[in-house]
């Protein structure tokens, strides 16, 4: 019988790679009457490799150091090359990605390939003209799925799509840091100040939810941000900001009774686990979540979205209107709902 040896290719970033994990259980879903003779390989870059490992159904994960240049990535390409993958599926679609490709078509018995769309173009007309031709709302995971769709994969009607398997050391440091059965995970900050909620919003938001214990996360820059949080009730918030690394804030997610954040990373591990959230969308225009567990809260102005990542100038008179009108005891009440729901 015929193996079937699966090759994903998507070096960066992190939340696009979190996006990008929920295609595997799917391969497996359709190659699973011969799956103990199937493979599926990860093709990333080097700093990202521990993160795609979490997934327990992926057999070889290929890291690619960026600082070998071109010459390290012709080698890297000649490498997978040698292990005749049957499907290639080029999830980034960039130059890297591109060369890749172009060796692994060089051989007489070719992989069924499929590349996810970069839609140039209508990043440009949004972008550029106001244009809007992308779906509504655009969800990220459903542009990871749809290329898949070719190989006759079929989507998943539930929330869950990863399967992350953390190491021991990292299920314990956690289990140490949750005293409480209910914890509200609040991610403040953002690589972008536009897509950002306020500061004084997630003041009152810890204000409006008294009976609730959080934990703020975020890297060692955001610390001094979020340290102004717990200060407000050290008793109830906790600052794990540039304290955890990124595994270890995963599994924190995971374990969370609810996550709130705006729109990044660790807002899509918890779509891609499953966990409860509540996401808080303003100028970016990708990333919208998929899951059921998940509620979007927005406020509609016709200027949205005017940002792929949060950059650029905002063109309302009241600077990021879009996250100013996003209520903290709007947020309060969603919270409070999705809790006892």
Known sequence: MKKNKVLIIRFSSFGDIVQCSSVIELICQKFSNNISKNEIHWATRADFEFLVKLNSEIDQVWAFEKKLGLKGLLKFALLLRSENFTHVYDAHNN?????IKFFLMARLNRPLMVTRAKDRWKRILLFNFRINKFPKPFKGIESYLDPISKWGVLRLSDSRFVKWVFPSAVEEKINSIISTKQIISLVPSAAWEMKRWPLDHWKKLIKLLPEADFVVLGGKEDNLFCQELADLDPSRVQNLAGKLSLVESCHLIQKSTLVISADTGLLHVADVLG????????????????SSKIKTLEVN????PCSKDGSGKCSQAIWQRCMVEIAPAMVASEALNSIRG
Do not use: E, H, Q
């Open 301 to 304: 102005l016709p200027c949205r």
């Open 275 to 290: 966990v409860k959230a509540l996401s808080l969308m303003g100028p970016t225009a990708f990333g919208f979540t998929m």
């Open 95 to 99: 130059l890297r990605s591109n060369i």
